[in-house]
T-cell receptor, first 108, second 111 residues
Framework: QKEVEQDPGPLSVPEGAIVSLNCTYS??????FMWYRQYSRKGPELLMY????GNKEDGRFTAQVDKSSKYISLFIRDSQPSDSATYLC????????FGTGTRLTVIP | DAGVTQSPTHLIKTRGQQVTLRCSPK?????VSWYQQALGQGPQFIFQ???????QRGNFPDRFSGHQFPNYSSELNVNALLLGDSALYLC??????????FGEGSRLTVL
């Protein structure tokens, strides 16, 4: 079983839509969860992180962790074409375990 | 302030050859990690260097080795290249256990 499993997508939505990206993880000892965004031909950049359970909001982005179901989610409100990228969920501190990534395309 | 820089950006090798990839961490960072990202996959942790020593290692064979220099820069070496080693190799730096900053990667193609 992989440490982090992610819906592979790809996902295509119209501009302004609400996007939901999801991952599950296997080890209940995980505390730090992160979402990275990777544009084509670029390295990943940290978008948001959460510690333990609960929600964290940053502008149009909300990260959610449900430890009871081992579920990690990222919600994007009012999606923009500039949000088109691959989104990677991960867990860990020093060495990160990543999901496979979900490729998102927001159509103008 | 320069971020994480990697070189070369692209390279092509043949099976059995050896390759060295280089990474300069972000200013102020002392820890360097290397990741392999195959096409359509998430990055996989190779190893991490701190104080010129390998601190942690992922599930990669001994053909993958590295080094960290006193100025915190790092090299990743891969010997006896296989077709399956074709990937984007990402370097990430951090200060202690802080946020990881990634470079843009070195794309290796093995023919």
């Amino acid at each position: 079983q992989k440490e982090v499993e992610q819906d592979p997508g790809p996902l295509s939505v119209p501009e302004g839509a609400i996007v939901s990206l999801n991952c599950t993880y296997s080890n209940s000892a995980f505390q730090y969860f992160m979402w990275y965004r990777q544009y084509s031909r670029k390295g990943p950049e940290l978008l948001m992180y959460t510690y333990s359970s609960g929600n964290k909001e940053d502008g149009r982005f909300t990260a959610q962790v449900d430890k009871s179901s081992k579920y990690i989610s990222l919600f994007i409100r009012d999606s923009q074409p500039s949000d088109s990228a691959t989104y990677l969920c991960s867990r860990g501190a020093n060495n990160l375990f990543f999901g496979t990534g979900t490729r998102l395309t927001v159509i103008p | 302030d320069a971020g994480v820089t990697q070189s070369p950006t692209h390279l092509i090798k043949t099976r059995g050859q050896q390759v060295t990839l280089r990474c300069s961490p972000k200013s102020g960072h002392d820890t360097v990690s290397w990741y392999q990202q195959a096409l359509g996959q998430g990055p996989q942790f190779i190893f991490q260097y701190y104080e010129e020593e390998e601190r942690q290692r992922g599930n990669f064979p001994d053909r993958f080795s590295g080094h960290q220099f006193p100025n915190y820069s790092s090299e990743l070496n891969v010997n006896a290249l296989l077709l399956g080693d074709s990937a984007l190799y990402l370097c990430a730096s951090t200060f202690r256990a802080g946020e990881l900053f990634f470079g843009e990667g070195s794309r290796l193609t093995v023919l």
